[in-house]
């Protein structure tokens, strides 16, 4: 039994975290962002065995550690009721810790691919919720697992796992440009951080749902970082080099990570401006289906 499947990376702009609830379905973000073509693609083989184990691969990009993916093993192994030994191999099209949602996609890519190859026969829903309680159990994320899991530029309105948080979908054709320059611990950001930054997010979500306008989306991410305090000098210096070429852009949440939001025509002025800096570039379109079994 084998299966395979892809999560979109996910970009988040902005946001207000919500983590009172005790259940955690019912944590998570509002806020906004977007899916991207780049994600993680997860292939499971599954063979019978005397004992449960597993085996975890990564190609492309590298994490320190998998205890997202462990996570989701666990919660597999606890519905299944016979031994099964999983080989399991993540391929990552997007660096780990710069707030391209690698956590939320490893998650979600194989609690698709587990569910297939298991034949578990959990809902989309259910699956969904799997991947977003490991993101909650790791504190690697919040939101990411529900946009990830719709696809597309979203407003999301309400925290939660799939089947309980809701979100908004912009219209964009716009292709995403991103530079990366070092990775920044979300777990680190959500046990330290969180409790001084909860106040604009959610005016912002109110705001954007009004205008529904990616150049304000891009305004309102920069304000946000801002209030965060995130923005080192390098990404300072792209800012402004970016917006005296006309281009707004904005800060992924949480990664010393700047993008920009701009129609095909400007795609070419735009990786010229940014090559001259030392950070790793992508290019990529917006994801609109969401996490899938390929
Ligand atoms: N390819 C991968 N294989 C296994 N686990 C991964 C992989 N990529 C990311 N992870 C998990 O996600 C964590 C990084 O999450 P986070 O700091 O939120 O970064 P990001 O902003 O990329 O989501 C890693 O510590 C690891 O647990
Ligand atoms: C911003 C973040 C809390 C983390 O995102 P990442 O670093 O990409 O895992 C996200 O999950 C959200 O709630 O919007």
Do not use: W
Request: hydrophobic letters at 40%.
């Amino acid at each position: 039994m084998q299966a395979v499947a892809f999560a979109p990376g996910h970009i988040t702009g902005f946001f207000k975290a919500e983590v009172e609830p005790k259940e955690p379905e019912q944590k998570g973000s509002i806020g906004a962002g977007f899916c991207i073509k780049e994600g993680v693609t997860t292939k499971v083989k599954v063979t019978s065995s005397d004992k449960p184990g597993f085996k975890i691969t990564v190609t492309g990009y590298k994490s320190d550690n998998t205890q997202v993916s462990e996570f989701v093993v666990k919660e597999f192994f606890k519905i299944v009721n016979q031994n099964y030994f999983l080989d399991i191999e993540h391929n990552t099209t997007i660096p780990v810790g710069y707030g391209l949602g690698s956590s939320g996609a490893v998650a979600l890519s194989l609690a698709f691919a587990l569910n297939k190859a298991l034949g578990t026969n959990l809902s989309r829903t259910r699956i969904g919720q799997v991947a977003h309680n490991a993101e909650i159990h790791c504190k690697t994320g919040l939101g990411t697992v529900l946009s990830s899991y719709h696809g597309g530029f979203e407003i999301r309105t309400k925290q939660g796992a799939p089947g309980i948080g809701s979100l908004q979908k912009i219209h964009t054709d716009y292709t995403a440009i991103v530079i990366c320059f070092s990775p920044i611990s979300t777990k680190q950001f959500i046990k330290t951080e969180l409790s001084k930054i909860n106040g604009l997010g959610g005016k912002m979500v109110t705001k954007l749902l009004k205008s529904r306008d990616q150049m304000e989306f891009l305004d309102m991410s920069l304000e946000f970082a801002k209030y965060v305090h995130v923005i080192t000098r390098q990404m300072q210096l792209v800012i402004d080099d970016l917006s005296q070429n006309g281009f707004k852009s904005g800060v992924a949440m949480f990664g010393e990570t700047v993008f920009t939001l701009v129609p095909k025509t400007k795609e070419f002025e735009v990786m010229q401006i940014l090559k001259k800096y030392d950070g790793v570039i992508i290019k990529t379109e917006i994801d609109k289906s969401g996490a899938r079994v390929s």
